[in-house]
């Protein structure tokens, strides 16, 4: 059985062809509108003409693939709301830092910051134009004003800012994240300039947070610890926001990160745990149907009260067809299942396509159904206990294996004790689950007692324990390992090559597997190649100067900054990770650096800067200098000024103009990110 016969799997593909091509190349939403008319017209008539055998028409099949592809650049383009006129962005672009009177609606509430609130809302109103779209909105924290809920409408008056870039290489890129999710501004409000209209739930979405506020409240009133409630609210009701970022990182270096996020695996047990349930309904007439129908509507209800994360939606969109067919007789290949859950996902938001959840969720499920019988057949357990276990471990391993990449990729780091921790977890998550769901129910009635309270949560804080103890045994966690988009591709073509080898050996797969490793041989050259480079950096840190030198491998760092400071640093770890860099040296700031025949001077606090003979190339201002920097400009001509991140921003918005006045390149590290020189 080819993977490839699928039908639904082909046309899933060409659709998310369609939507790379869609997100990375901008082409007017009529054209391709004409585009898709035009081939489903072609289709009707290929149609007509083959009748019976289009199997066999070859024309009626490319056609097929080529309108699915349409579709899929059609459908980016539609998602798209800034193709739309009423859209915010066509009546700001004008006007951008002028405060205007903003009416928007609480659409999510995101984790918070250490100094904001954040949501997602939408836009009403700007003035007295209606509008639409979607923005970050940043409220400032203090301690009198409650935080917002889904379905608020307020008003407040406000300019509209966009979204920070990175500044420093290898950083997070959280405005192109915000983008994917089509939000391209943000705004920044004190509580007590929000003006709230409405407070009713009017949304699908708006009932789901009120029911889960009532079911925290109530579980807030028996005995849970903080942690164990946040974990409550993870496991049965999708919401992560509460996690404290210790309990976060204890269970991202565990390797069971992915238990915290409602999936298929907990819509998988829960499906079982319902179609028992639920088994007496299969007596009376059209049983069957009423049972599906009640699964159907039960596992939505959860994915709405869940928030309808993209996680919930694909979980319960694949296990809906795996409902249908489990109990009308008609068993759906899990191939199938995932192929149509994943183009019904894609066709409401396109762009999840590009979601790390969505990556490694369907990579992890493709990976048990493929990889899985492989390693199982390997051994073959006479006892029933060993044989579940070793079923358990080959799932783990399976889903390791697919997304290992991609992990690697994204997080660069891999945790050696995943099997421990998957293991001893994954056995009780079904009655964790279970337990759970009947512990809600009951605080919602009012009918759960103490002791079966105090009872849940002490099996939430073990859980807890144990995956600290085992993400603090540090020898275990690999981090910090550089995999980049060229290693990405030929792991997987590795893992792929040996797959089809070991379930069919045959001379061309062994052929194909040597292929693969040279192509891994060939990546690691290439990365090596790349690395042996030269850089000059200076970073943007605020408060803080911070210069690297990078020769190959060897970062020179040096920073007016403390060991705390050093030690949370992220900027140098991100920029080592993705240079594959082996030797850090710390160093004390000199006054002037010599670089492949260039100079750059440094002027701090002090502002000394005679220097005879001395011309340099570059000036970098750090500790705002109190100097004229007209009577500097006169005497050194530089080619271009730097100010860093430790500089006030009055004297960089006057070193700014005064550049301007004199036509010499001005570089702000805070605007324009960090200043690379490479040689």
């Known amino acids: 059985m080819k993977l490839l016969d699928f039908v639904i799997l082909k046309l899933t593909l060409c659709f998310i062809v369609g939507i790379l091509i869609g997100y990375f190349i901008t082409i007017p939403s009529l054209i391709v509108l004409y585009l898709c008319f035009g081939l489903l017209i072609s289709l009707l008539v290929c149609l007509l003409v083959s009748r019976t055998k289009l199997e066999k028409t070859i024309w009626f099949g490319a056609i097929t ?240 009260i869940a928030g309808l994360s993209p996680s919930v939606i694909r979980a319960v969109g694949m296990f809906t067809v795996v409902a249908i067919g489990m109990n009308l007789n008609r068993p759906a290949n899990i191939y199938n299942s995932l192929a149509i859950s994943m183009f019904f996902l894609l066709l409401i938001r396109p762009l999840y396509l590009f979601d790390v959840g969505f990556q490694m969720s369907y990579t992890a499920v493709i990976a048990i159904a493929s990889i899985k019988p492989l390693l199982a057949s390997l051994w073959y357990p006479k006892w029933k206990l060993v044989n579940y276990f070793w079923q358990l471990i080959c799932v783990t391993m399976a889903a390791q294996i697919g997304v290992v990449p991609i992990s690697l990729f994204y997080f660069h780091q891999f945790p050696g004790l995943f099997f421990l921790s998957n293991l001893v977890i994954l056995p009780f998550l079904g009655f964790i689950l279970g337990f759970g769901i009947i512990v809600i129910i009951l605080a919602l009635l009012n009918m759960l007692p103490s002791f079966v309270a105090d009872f849940f949560g002490f099996c939430i804080g073990t859980m807890n324990n144990f995956i600290s103890w085992v993400s603090h045994q540090e020898r275990f966690v690999l981090t910090d390992i550089s995999f980049g988009p060229i290693f990405l591709i030929v792991a997987y073509l590795l893992i792929i090559s040996l797959f089809l080898y070991f379930k069919k050996p045959k001379f061309s797969r062994l052929v194909f597997v040597f292929m693969s490793v040279l192509m891994v041989q060939i990546a690691m050259f290439f990365g090596n190649y790349k690395n042996h480079s030269k850089e000059f950096v200076v970073f943007h840190k605020s408060r803080i100067s911070l210069i690297g030198i990078k020769v190959d491998t060897k970062l020179k760092i040096a920073a007016n900054w403390d060991s705390l400071t050093q030690a949370n640093d992220k900027v140098i770890k991100n920029y080592s990770v993705g240079n594959s860099i082996d030797a850090i040296e710390n160093t004390n700031l000199e006054s002037v650096y010599e670089f492949n025949h260039q100079k750059l001077l440094v002027i701090d606090s002090l502002g000394v800067y005679q220097i005879k003979s001395f011309k340099p190339d570059y000036i970098l201002l750090r500790n705002s200098p109190k100097i004229n920097l007209i009577r500097m400009i006169d005497s050194l001509h530089p080619k271009l000024i730097i100010a860093d991140g430790s500089n006030y921003k009055s004297y960089v918005a006057k070193w700014k103009s005064t550049c301007s006045e004199q036509k010499i390149p001005f570089h702000v590290t805070s605007e324009k990110g960090a200043f690379i020189y490479k040689y």
């Not at 008056?157 to 089509?182: C, D, G, M, V």
């Not at 949304?203 to 409630?229: C, H, M, V, W």
């Open 65 to 304: 693939f080529l309108t699915m592809m349409c579709i899929g650049i059609l459908v980016v383009n539609f998602h798209d709301q800034r193709h739309f006129k009423n859209h915010y962005s066509n009546v700001i672009s004008t006007k951008n830092d002028i405060p205007q009177l903003i009416t928007f609606k609480v659409r999510e509430v995101l984790k918070p910051t250490a100094y904001h609130n954040k949501y997602v809302v939408d836009i009403l109103k700007l003035d007295q134009q209606s509008v639409s779209g979607k923005l970050l909105l940043n409220v400032q924290k203090d301690s009198i004003h409650t935080p917002l809920n889904v379905d608020d409408i307020l008003v407040s008056s406000n300019s509209i800012s966009t979204i920070n870039t990175p500044l420093n290489p290898y950083q997070f890129n959280y405005n192109n994240y915000l983008k994917k999710h089509y939000i391209d501004h943000q705004i920044f409000v004190a509580n007590n300039s929000l003006l709230k209209i409405s407070s009713e739930s009017h949304t699908i979405l708006g009932f789901a947070a009120e029911f889960r506020s009532k079911i925290d409240q109530r579980l807030k009133s028996y005995n849970f610890k903080p942690d164990e409630l946040a974990i409550i609210d993870a496991l049965l009701l999708g919401q992560r926001k509460d996690i404290s970022p210790d309990t976060y990182n204890s269970y991202v270096n565990a390797g069971v990160i992915h238990i915290l996020a409602v999936s298929g695996l907990h819509v998988g047990i829960i499906l079982l745990l319902l179609n028992r349930l639920f088994k007496p309904v299969e007596r009376l007439i059209h049983g069957k149907i009423i049972k599906t129908i009640i699964l159907v509507l039960i596992l939505w209800g959860f994915a709405i």
